[in-house]
């Protein structure tokens, strides 16, 4: 397995993030839970009908975090895919609904729409041939032939891609496909459009994490023994070292912070979402791991409220 399991960002308001993520861009809300190392904050997930790994934008929504700033060692960009044919009727939403993006771009042969979150989280949407394919999920808020599928993949500023390329390719499953101008192509061997572009910015100025940047990306393993011989990897030919194996309830989590300074996590595609409750109502109600369900009543106290339509 290989390819990006899902991209962990940091929001200001819950209810703002929630409503960008789910109602301008039509992201199915997949689970409503707490960061389990700081259950007084939320951690939102947002995907595809079944929160699939590859589709999955997660946060936590700070309300009082400071701006983050971007810079060397931090994920430049997040893009999603979006059947080609869509992109205009994306600009014409982001018009109406008052959202900041960019002129269409050209990206190693593919049409970009960049635009920014209430919080100044850097996105793009990129036209993919061949993506209305896809299974697109619609609550009615964007019509299903226009929906987000899924990830195309994330861009890092660094200082050198060598020691990061070498991770991608030796341990998480990528091959070096393509470069342009400062940017070297990186591409998952076993998931089609799950890239990561490293732009090389050597002198550039360091980035600082805050409201607005992206806290980690997880790529996949595809379960405890695919991660156990990637971590054994990165120990033995990267000199890399990574946590222990945290329980994260939908998945099992290793984290290592690579050469270039951004924080690398290797989740396991298993159990999955729907291991609490059903699909047909992922994200409805809040979800706590067992070590904290007795604390339950205190935590909903502290947690911020949050308006949220049922869908199906």
């Known amino acids: 397995m290989s390819g990006i399991h899902h991209v962990t960002a940091i929001a200001g308001k819950a209810q703002r993030n929630f409503d960008f993520y789910t109602r301008t861009l039509g992201l199915r809300f997949v689970k409503r839970t707490v960061n389990f190392d700081d259950p007084g904050t939320y951690h939102f997930y947002y995907g595809d009908e079944a929160g699939q790994p590859g589709t999955i934008v997660t946060f936590f929504p700070w309300e009082h975090a400071a701006p983050g700033r971007g810079g060397v060692g931090q994920t430049h960009q997040t893009a999603f895919r979006v059947p080609a044919a869509s992109l205009g009727w994306w600009t014409q939403r982001f018009t109406e609904k008052g959202v900041a993006y960019e002129p269409l771009e050209k990206r190693f042969g593919e049409s970009v729409l960049a635009f920014t979150d209430p919080d100044g989280m850097s996105l793009a949407l990129v036209g993919v041939p061949g993506a209305e394919k896809e299974a697109g999920w619609s609550n009615g808020d964007v019509p299903a032939e226009h929906a987000i599928r899924g990830f195309h993949g994330v861009t890092l500023l660094l200082d ?10 030796d341990v998480l499953g990528y091959k070096e496909a393509a470069r342009e101008g400062s940017i070297i192509r990186y591409q998952a061997t076993a998931t089609p459009g799950s890239y990561v572009d490293i732009y090389e910015a050597k002198g550039f100025m360091t980035g600082r994490q805050g409201r607005g940047s992206v ?12 991660q156990a011989a990637m971590a054994k990897r990165l120990i033995e030919k ?22 270039g300074g951004v924080l690398f996590e290797i989740a396991t595609d298993v159990p999955g979402f729907a291991v609490d409750e059903p699909v047909e109502t992922l994200g409805q109600h809040l979800k706590l791991p067992a070590f904290l369900e007795g604390h339950r009543a205190e935590i909903e106290k502290v947690l911020p409220a949050l308006e949220q339509e049922t869908v199906s």
Do not use: C, V, W
């Open 160 to 169: 050198s891609a060598a020691k990061t390329g070498g991770i991608l390719t």
């Open 238 to 259: 990267h000199g890399m070292h990574p946590t222990e194996q945290k329980d994260r309830n939908y998945f099992r989590s290793i984290y290592f912070r690579e050469p």
């Open 215 to 226: 806290h980690h990306i997880a790529f996949r393993a595809a379960d405890d023994a695919e």
